[in-house]
C-alpha cells in the first residue's frame, strides 16, 4: 500500500491505494496560498492521518514542471508561494517514508495504465482537459516523463493564432460563449443551438490534438480525462470526423479512444509511482 496525493490550485487530496482502489481518502480546501509554510502545514496535516496505516511510501501528483530526480516542483499552477519547493526532500524528513514526485497529468496517465481503462495497452496517451490541455506519456508499459519532466506538452503546439490548449480548454468555452465548460455542457443538455454548435467546433480542435498525437506518439490508445471531456456526447462525432483525413488510415484504425472512468485515477497512479522508478 502507498499514500497517494493530489494537489490542486483549490484542493489537496490524499488516499491510501489497496488493490487497486483508493481507501481513507482524505480533502481539504487549499488556504492562505501565499504562504509557503502554510500551504506545507496543510499538506502534512492531509497526509499524517495516512501513515499511521502500513503504508511504503507517498506518491504526489503536483501541476507543475517536477525535477524527478531531486524531487523539486517549480512555478506551481494557482500556488504562487510554490514556485521552487524541495518537496521530496521535506515530506521525507517529516515522516520518514519514501516519497516520489511527478506532473499531475503524469499520474493520471500512469493510473489509468495501472488501474484504469488503460490497463490492457502497452503505448497509451492520456490527456486532462480541464482549465488547460495536459498529456501524459506511457511508453512500453513505461511512465515517460522528458529529461525535464516536459513530455507530452502537445497543447503548446502553434494551432491558428495560437496554440492547441487555446481550443480544447475551458478558455475555448469562455471565449466562444462567455461561460465556462460546465456552463456550456448544461446549456447543450437543455438544447442550446448555439452551445451545441461551440462543442461540435471543441470536437473538430480536439480532432487536430489528436492527429498531432499520433503523428508524434503512435499509441495504441489515447485516455480522455478533465472536466471538460466530460461532455463527450456533444464533441464525439465531430471529432471522429475530424480526423478522418489522418495521412496513416491503418494506424487510425488500431487506434483506441477511451474516456476516463475513476474520479480517484490521478491519486492511484501518484501512488503507483512508488512502484514506477
Known amino acids: 500500500m502507498n499514500i497517494g496525493v493530489d494537489i490542486g490550485g483549490t484542493n489537496l487530496r490524499a488516499g491510501i491505494e489497496s488493490g487497486g482502489a483508493i481507501t481513507r481518502q482524505n480533502r481539504t480546501l487549499l488556504k492562505n496560498k501565499d504562504s509557503l509554510s502554510s500551504t506545507l502545514d496543510q499538506l502534512m496535516e492531509l497526509i499524517r492521518p495516512l501513515t499511521k496505516y502500513p ?96 513530455a507530452g506538452e502537445i497543447g503548446m503546439l502553434p494551432y491558428k493564432d495560437s496554440v492547441l490548449e487555446n481550443y480544447v480548454c475551458n478558455r475555448f468555452f469562455e471565449d466562444s460563449l462567455g461561460i465556462d465548460a460546465f456552463a456550456a455542457h448544461e446549456a447543450a443538455l437543455k438544447g442550446s443551438k448555439r452551445a451545441i454548435e461551440v462543442w461540435e467546433e471543441f470536437g473538430v480542435h480536439l480532432g487536430a490534438v489528436i492527429k498531432a498525437i499520433m503523428y508524434t506518439y503512435d499509441p495504441e490508445a489515447i485516455v480522455l480525462g478533465g472536466s471538460v471531456a466530460k461532455a463527450n456526447q456533444f464533441y464525439h462525432d465531430s471529432m471522429i470526423d475530424s480526423i478522418q483525413d489522418f495521412a496513416y488510415p491503418e494506424s487510425l484504425k488500431k487506434l483506441t479512444l477511451l474516456l476516463s472512468e475513476d474520479e480517484n485515477i490521478a491519486l492511484l497512479g501518484a501512488a503507483a509511482l512508488l512502484d514506477n522508478n
Open 55 to 150: 503504508v511504503k511510501g507517498i506518491g504526489i501528483g503536483v501541476p507543475s514542471v517536477v525535477d524527478v530526480s531531486k524531487g523539486i516542483v517549480y512555478n506551481v499552477m494557482n500556488i504562487p508561494s510554490w514556485e521552487e519547493v524541495a518537496l521530496r526532500d521535506i515530506i521525507q524528513n517529516e515522516f520518514n517514508l519514501p516519497v516520489s514526485i511527478n506532473n499531475d497529468v503524469n499520474c493520471f496517465v500512469l493510473g489509468e495504465h495501472r488501474f484504469g481503462v488503460a490497463r490492457k495497452f502497452t503505448s497509451v496517451i492520456g490527456m486532462a482537459i480541464g482549465t488547460g490541455l495536459g498529456s501524459g506519456i506511457i511508453i512500453d508499459n513505461h511512465l515517460y516523463s522528458g529529461k525535464n519532466c516536459g
